[in-house]
């Protein structure tokens, strides 16, 4: 609970009108917040981040060349953690404890800044989370705007281990802040709706896939920021992704959104998310045959989830609208009747899920349409909210074609162990040095140029200079 301080915590209770109200039923049992490389801790928005010097039972950083760089002339209005950062210059790894099998949040924070000592631009590394590759050959981390990487991860292991390896000619690699987050037990939705030009149909098990979060939108709203998303979230305005359409316009409510069993819960997706939405409407007796597109990157290679919320925030009463809704130019709902699925009330939270491969004209459409069942003087189309995950490709990898066992097998000549090696060295020098005692003693001369003293040297050598450039 290190997340509820107590003036918060004050504040919650004696206030009932403030919005954070809602948000404060989640409490995760797995929720590791560390900022990187400080020595002390960080709070941001009433969340505390633990430094990573700090000892602490339950995270383990066992790092053989690390140090902790901070940042000359801070950064305004970033986070304080943007400020420090952990540069590692051989392959490092955080363990944390985890306490509660499931899905696991992990949001790694990454800055540059320029110290006296080194340009953080420069890094390029791996980063490898439980056997999955989460960044491979990673760069051009900029000193304009945080990057942010999440990944919803299923732990059934008692640790989750965060790797960094620094790709070898970068000589390092850095991080920010990590977060480490058990997910509300109905956030990964175990089957979603398959559409190609194959087949189509229901796929199971995919709540113990991995994934990768790259867009979280509020469709017709404002950024929320994770001070005012239940699960901490950042969801960013549509704008960006929304091709103009003259025909739709946004809604929003003030009204009170009302989750159900079955559907959308707030962990899933907040208030703020569900109380904005662009929709197409007609006003007079014609139906507008219009689609509201929005699009998104997403390449060939990789499966996408795509996950709609809807919450009919707009209609004046109830069972009046119907819409289409195309995922990728597929028909993924042809009259689609929220109503119904919002179990026959307004303003109920609910989200579908669709699972598409990227293509290789490397873009995701999605498109609400008004359908032929659509009514006139009515809603003809909604949408609320998207987001777009990736889900990981077969070699285990979010980010390209190198699997964790190539990359740890590349690197090791950084990490091979040379302690063994230098104890047998030490014993053979010690053994040959007795012989040649002994030797000198007996006057006896044999076997000096079979001291395998220069053999050894060898081995040694060969497995710290094998190193495959990557
Ligand atoms: C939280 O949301 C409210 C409106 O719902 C807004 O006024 C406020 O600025 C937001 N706070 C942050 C930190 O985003
Ligand atoms: C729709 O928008 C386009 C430009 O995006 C504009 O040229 C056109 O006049 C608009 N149509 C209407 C009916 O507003
Ligand atoms: C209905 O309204 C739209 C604009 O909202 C207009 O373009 C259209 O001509 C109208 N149709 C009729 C039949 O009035
Ligand atoms: C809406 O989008 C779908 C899929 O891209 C397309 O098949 C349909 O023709 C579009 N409808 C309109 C009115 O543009
Ligand atoms: C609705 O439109 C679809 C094409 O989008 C068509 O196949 C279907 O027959 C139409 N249904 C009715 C009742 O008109
Ligand atoms: C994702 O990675 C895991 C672990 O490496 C693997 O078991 C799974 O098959 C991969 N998923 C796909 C769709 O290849
Ligand atoms: C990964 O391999 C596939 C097929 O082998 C290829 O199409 C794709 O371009 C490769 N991706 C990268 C990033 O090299
Ligand atoms: C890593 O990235 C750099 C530049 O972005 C590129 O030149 C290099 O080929 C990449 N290495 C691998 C193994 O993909």
């Known amino acids: 609970m290190e997340f509820l301080n107590p003036i918060l915590f004050v504040l919650i ?16 049992t797995d929720h590791y917040l560390i900022d990187c490389g400080s020595t002390l801790k960080s709070t941001v928005d009433h969340r505390i981040f633990l ?8 995270l383990f950083l066992s790092s053989p060349r690390s140090f902790s760089l901070t940042n000359q002339h801070p950064y305004q209005g970033l986070p304080p953690f943007y400020n420090s950062a952990r540069v590692f210059e ?24 320029t110290s006296s000592d080194l340009d953080l631009i420069r890094a390029r590394f791996h980063v490898l989370v439980n056997g999955y590759v989460v960044l491979s050959n990673f760069s051009g981390v900029s000193a304009v705007n945080p990057r942010i990487k999440e990944f919803l991860i299923w732990v059934g292991t008692e640790t989750l281990e965060i790797t960094f390896v620094p790709v070898k000619k970068s000589k390092f690699a850095f991080v920010n802040a990590i977060e480490v987050i058990s997910a509300p037990k109905d956030l990964v939705a175990d089957s979603a709706k398959y559409l190609s030009y194959e087949h189509s149909g229901n796929v199971d098990g995919l709540s113990k896939e991995g994934r ?8 017709g709203g404002p950024k929320v920021t994770p001070f005012n998303d239940s699960f901490w979230r950042t969801w960013v305005p549509d704008d960006e992704h929304f091709e103009s359409n003259n025909g ?24 703020n998310v569900y109380n904005s939405a662009r929709v197409i409407k007609s006003t007079n007796s014609s139906i507008p045959n219009t689609n509201m597109t929005w699009t998104f990157p997403a390449i060939n ?43 026959w009330e307004l303003s109920t939270a609910f989200y579908l899920d669709f699972m598409v491969s990227g293509d290789q004209q490397g873009v995701l459409r999605i498109s609400i349409g008004s359908s032929n069942q659509s009514v006139p003087y009515a809603i003809d189309g909604l949408l609320n909210g998207i987001e777009i995950m990736k889900l990981n490709n077969s070699l285990g990898s979010f980010d390209g074609n190198l699997s964790t066992e190539m990359i740890l097998k590349r690197c090791q ?17 010690i053994v040959s040095l007795m012989l040649r005692q002994k030797v000198i003693r007996r006057e006896d001369s044999f076997s000096w140029s079979k001291l395998p003293v220069v053999d050894s040297w060898k081995v040694k050598s060969n497995m710290g200079m094998g190193i495959v450039n990557s």
């Open 13 to 28: 209770l004696s206030s009932s009108t403030i919005p954070i109200l809602s948000f404060s039923h989640f409490s995760p």
């Open 51 to 58: 430094s990573d010097s700090s000892s602490s039972s339950s």
């Open 90 to 113: 051989m392959p490092s790894k955080y363990e944390f404890q985890i306490k509660d099998e499931g899905t696991h949040m992990v949001r790694l924070h990454f800055q540059a800044f």
């Open 212 to 219: 990768e979060v790259l867009y979280r939108v509020n469709v």
């Open 248 to 271: 739709s316009k946004k809604v929003y409510t003030t009204g009170r959104i009302k989750y159900q069993e079955g559907g959308a819960s707030r962990e899933v997706c907040p208030d």
């Open 301 to 343: 290679g990789y499966n996408y989830i795509v996950r709609l919320h809807f919450c009919d925030i707009a209609s004046i009463s109830i069972g009046f609208l119907f819409f289409n809704i195309y995922v990728n130019g597929h028909m993924a709902y042809e009259n689609f009747d929220l109503s119904t699925a919002a179990n």
């Open 413 to 429: 000549g950084n990490t091979i162990n040379l302690v063994p090696y230098i104890v047998i060295l030490c014993l053979v020098v």
